[in-house]
């Protein structure tokens, strides 16, 4: 088994020099094998061919020691993150960092007192997680606004689907009568059910206050 040192490099950030200094000056245990991945930290669903090839040694139980500059190196998002936590664990490889080198206290406890201690940080690890998730919905949801038939964010970004056209919205106020099905509708300007039951609300209080407008 051999230790291994993992470089996650930004686009705006082209050297890992600066990143492999740093592992370097902790690697207590050998000559170590080098995996580097050059993309933006922030992506952690894209694929990462050194990465995924780091998984497989660790699961092979080649790799003992895994060094990495920073934690969000590995993963930003806390339950990816601990979950790969728990994937080294199983297979008895230890996770040093530059950044974080507090966490070398656990490391170096005796067993069984260091597997209980990282199980609890991993169960710690989990529990900010899914605050951090409940926390960022909502944010996302509180950042919404409704305005018209259009869901804006608080800077004025369009969410969710395209809206329809300037053009098609005046072909249905064309077309509109109260005495029309939603389907007759829909098959007149051959679009779906659905975007002429989302716009219909929009038109008829419109003319509703048209007609309250001209009494």
């Known amino acids: ?18 990143q492999m200094k740093d592992c370097n000056s902790i690697n207590k245990y050998g000559q170590a094998i080098v995996f580097v991945d050059k993309q933006s930290a922030w992506k ?5 061919e050194s990465f995924n090839r ?12 895994l060094i990495v500059w920073d934690w969000d190196r590995i993963y930003r998002n806390r339950h ?5 936590f728990k994937l ?9 960092s530059y950044r974080q080198q507090w966490y ?15 199980d609890f940080f991993l169960d710690m690890m989990g ?20 305005k018209g038939i259009k869901t804006i964010s608080y800077k004025g970004n369009k969410w969710g689907r395209k809206t329809l056209s300037t053009q098609k919205i005046n072909q249905l106020r064309a077309i ?35 007609a309250q407008s001209i009494n």
Do not use: G
């Not at 088994?1 to 600066?18: F, L, V």
């Not at 952690?44 to 990462?48: E, G, H, L, Y």
């Not at 080294?88 to 040093?96: L, P």
């Not at 070398?104 to 990282?118: A, D, G, S, V, W």
């Open 1 to 18: 088994m051999k230790p291994a040192i993992y470089i996650r490099t930004s686009t705006e950030d082209q050297n890992p020099e600066n």
């Open 44 to 48: 952690d669903t894209t694929q990462r």
């Open 54 to 65: 780091l998984k497989k040694e660790i699961k092979s139980k080649k790799i003992n020691h």
């Open 80 to 84: 990816n993150l601990k979950e790969f």
């Open 88 to 96: 080294c664990s199983m297979f008895k490889c230890q996770i040093h």
């Open 104 to 118: 070398e206290k656990l490391n170096e406890m005796p067993n069984p007192f260091n597997e209980i201690m990282q």
């Open 127 to 146: 529990w900010l997680a899914e605050e951090e998730s409940v926390k960022k919905s909502q944010r996302v949801k509180a950042a919404v606004r409704k």
């Open 176 to 210: 509109y009568a109260p005495n029309k099905t939603i389907r007759e509708m829909a098959s007149e300007l051959n679009m779906s059910k659905s975007v002429v039951h989302k716009y219909l609300p929009l038109i008829k209080q419109e003319k509703l206050q048209n």
